[in-house]
């Protein structure tokens, strides 16, 4: 069963612009959730969604953003690039219900901010 | 407002020894506690996990160990290899909403 398939790897952008990193989810998992990693703040949760609505959001600006596909591939985007932007991120699936916690993580889009 | 906490950034432990990870909480509502870990240029990896109505689970030389009472939970590594040397991630949720993860404690195995 392939993993949590995240594109692109790497990526460098200038301030200003946006972005649009993807996230194709295990086979048959319906729960996808974003996350941000810097080296100062660890793993910070950015949003999930299940059958292509938002579930649950994280305290970031509106600049994030996301939408998942009916096939439960999803997207995030990120506009107006600032140089706090740069860092990990990390896309995890699951199953169903987030309920025991247990997440399948991708190994993460790294994005340079210039 | 970070309600999971690792006040360790790193421990260094050598090989055979235990290795303690330490992890604190604010949320008295949190339903399961977890432990990812996290090689380089890698995703974390799910290790081992616990619910609040326990006080201790095992998985082989893994153990955790949960007081609610104090709002603590560890890990023990027993023996430490040289190959657990990556980043640990304490995290917790309550059912139904998000994880929430700690900033992470980087454990170095030493031969």
């Known amino acids: 069963k392939a993993g949590v398939t995240q594109t692109p790897r790497y990526l460098i952008k200038t301030r200003g612009q946006q972005v649009t990193l993807s996230c194709s989810p295990i086979?048959?998992?319906?729960?996808v959730s974003w996350y941000q990693q810097t080296p100062g703040q660890g793993l910070q949760f950015l949003f999930e969604?299940?059958?292509?609505?938002?579930?649950n959001k994280g305290n970031f600006p509106g600049r994030f953003s996301g939408r998942q596909f009916s096939n439960s591939r999803s997207e995030m985007n990120v506009s107006t690039l600032e140089l706090g932007d740069s860092a990990l991120y990390l896309c995890a699936s699951s199953p169903g219900e987030v309920e025991a916690g247990e997440l399948f993580f991708g190994e993460g889009s790294r994005l340079t901010v210039l | 407002d970070q309600q999971v906490k690792q006040n360790s950034p790193s421990l260094s432990v050598q090989e055979g020894r235990i290795s303690i990870l330490n992890c604190d909480y604010t949320n008295s509502m949190f339903d399961y506690f977890l432990w990812y870990k996290k090689y380089p240029a890698e995703g974390p990896t799910f290790l081992i996990s616990?619910?609040?109505?326990?006080d201790k689970n095992e998985d082989g030389r893994f153990t955790v160990f949960l007081n609610k009472s104090a709002k603590h939970l560890s890990l023990h590594i027993v023996p430490s290899q040289p190959g657990d040397s990556a980043v640990y991630f304490c995290?917790?949720?309550?059912?139904?909403?998000?994880?929430?993860f700690g900033k992470g404690t980087s454990l170095l195995v030493t031969p």
């Open positions: 086979s048959g998992h319906r729960s």
């Open positions: 616990i619910s609040s109505i326990k």
């Open positions: 969604y299940f059958s292509e609505t938002q579930r």
């Open positions: 995290a917790a949720l309550v059912s139904g909403y998000a994880l929430n």
